[in-house]
């Protein structure tokens, strides 16, 4: 089992920038992927940004350049750093972790970005 806790969403303008961080309950250096989904009213769960164990990542089109998945080994925490927000950029951020073959989720932290 894993645990996964969210935090840092809010509210910020356009062109803003937000850290969101993604509590582990066991050590994330042997999890094979870690990630950050989103999802927005309406729409399907969609990938953010992914990262496997060995440092390779992965970003949706759409956040590319602006968004950087982070691991922090020593807190068991991962981190996406989100600068240059966009209105479309708004949704709840969800924590996935994929280890073992199973798929972990946080509650989601949400994340509003004003025009």
């Known amino acids: 089992q894993v645990q996964l806790v969210e935090s840092g969403g809010g509210l910020v303008q356009a062109g803003g920038s937000l850290r969101l961080s993604c509590a582990v309950s066991?050590?994330?250096?042997?999890?094979?992927?870690m990630g950050w989904y989103r999802q927005a009213p309406g729409n399907q769960r969609e990938l953010v940004a992914r990262r496997r164990f060995d440092g390779v990542t992965v970003y949706a089109d759409s956040v590319k350049g602006r968004f950087t998945i982070s691991r922090d080994t020593a807190k068991n925490t991962v981190y996406l750093q989100m600068n240059s927000l966009k209105p479309e950029d708004t949704a709840v951020y969800y924590c996935?972790?994929?280890?073992?073959?199973?798929?972990?989720w946080g509650e989601g932290t949400l994340v509003t970005v004003s025009s």
């Open positions: 066991k050590s994330i250096r042997t999890i094979n992927f």
């Open positions: 996935n972790a994929f280890d073992d073959g199973a798929n972990y």
